[in-house]
């Protein structure tokens, strides 16, 4: 089993809607969760992190963190076409300072 | 802002040549990370940092190793270049327990 898990895509979703990134993480004392957002040929960009049970919204991004079914998730309200590229779930293990990213899922929003 | 320098963007090596990938940061970061990204399988944490001269291996240490002399710097050192590393090789640093700030990435072709 992958450390954390993400779908890899591409999930392809239309102008204007939800779109839902989903991730998953095998060490149950993960502390710290981000999102990064990566376009082609760049380095990843902090979107938003997460420590604790819950929702947290910043703007048109919601994370949802769930440590009970180890499971973290991204929404974008209002997808637009600039929200296209791959975006990169990370987890801080308990244990170190370490930080475990997912393969990532590509998302495409269509006009 | 904080800034992440990494000293090559693109790097051609030939097999068996050793090859040095440095990288500065700016903030006094504790913990420096490297990481390559290959296509489909996200960013790999290869060996981290946690305090001057400190370091352990990540999840694909093998071919590696690294150097920590100073605070702001942390080299990653491919002692044999083989083909199988040729990759794009990002650098990132924190503080304990908050987000990663990256470089801009160095892409690394082995011949």
């Known amino acids: 089993q992958k450390e954390v898990e993400q779908n890899s895509g591409p999930l392809s979703v239309p102008e204007g809607a939800i779109a839902s990134l989903n991730c998953t993480y095998s060490?149950?004392?993960?502390?710290?969760f981000f999102w990064y957002r990566q376009y082609s040929g760049k380095s990843p960009e902090l979107i938003m992190f997460?420590?604790?049970?819950g929702d947290k919204e910043d703007g048109r991004f919601t994370a949802q963190l769930n440590k009970a079914s180890q499971y973290v998730s991204l929404l974008i309200r209002d997808s637009q076409p600039s929200d296209s590229a791959t975006y990169l779930c990370?987890?801080?293990?308990?244990?170190?300072?370490?930080?475990?990213f997912g393969s990532g899922t590509r998302l495409s929003i269509r006009p | 802002d904080v800034k992440v320098t990494q000293s090559s963007r693109y790097l051609v090596k030939r097999t068996g040549e050793k090859v040095f990938l440095e990288c500065v940061q700016d903030?006094?970061?504790?913990?420096m990370f490297w990481y390559r990204q290959d296509p489909g399988l996200g960013l790999r944490l290869i060996y981290f940092?946690?305090?001057?001269?400190?370091?352990e291996k990540g999840d694909i240490p093998e071919g590696y190793s690294v150097s920590r002399e100073k605070k702001e710097r942390f080299s990653l050192i491919l002692e044999s270049a083989s083909t199988n590393q040729t990759s794009m090789y990002l650098c990132?640093?924190?503080?304990?327990?908050?987000?990663?700030?990256f470089g801009e990435g160095s892409r690394l072709t082995v011949l």
């Open positions: 990370a987890v801080r293990y308990s244990s170190a300072s370490k930080i475990i």
């Open positions: 060490d149950r004392g993960s502390q710290s």
């Open positions: 997460i420590y604790s049970n």
């Open positions: 903030m006094d970061h504790e913990n």
């Open positions: 940092s946690y305090d001057v001269k400190m370091k």
């Open positions: 990132a640093s924190n503080d304990r327990g908050s987000e990663l700030f």
